[in-house]
């Protein structure tokens, strides 16, 4: 199986249950976006701010999490005015599904101790 980035061997056992637990929360709370606006970035926020000092897996995952968030909302913006040259009609819903499945994959893999890194991500924040 071919991991994006995967991390090192042997580092996924130093990762507790409980970073891994709260990895997974800082991917996954963004799904709160498809629900509340802008409640994609709002989750991974909230998540990254308050463990990122306690939790160094968490602080990366955080990071990685609010970055794909933060291109996804660019990207949307972009789509949703392109929608007036009908192309936005297209993009728009695959910007959605692409930031759902990799949301969902990130998050399993922050739970399997594995820090994921998400493609075509601008990394604002470092």
Do not use: C
């Amino acid at each position: 199986m071919n991991d994006i980035n995967p991390a090192p061997v042997g580092a996924e056992s130093s990762i507790s249950a409980d970073e891994r637990l709260w990895g997974m929360i800082a991917h996954l709370s963004a799904l709160a976006g498809f629900i509340i606006p802008f409640g994609n970035i709002a989750g991974p926020l909230i998540v990254w701010m308050i463990k990122k000092d306690a939790m160094p897996f968490v602080d990366d995952q955080g990071k990685e999490s609010l970055n794909f968030q933060i291109t996804v909302t660019i990207a949307a913006i972009i789509a949703a005015v392109l929608i007036v040259f009908l192309i936005g009609f297209l993009l728009l819903p695959a910007v959605g599904l692409a930031a759902l499945v990799f949301t969902v994959i990130a998050g399993i893999k922050a739970n399997e101790g594995v820090a994921y890194r998400y493609p075509f991500t601008l990394r604002l924040i470092k």
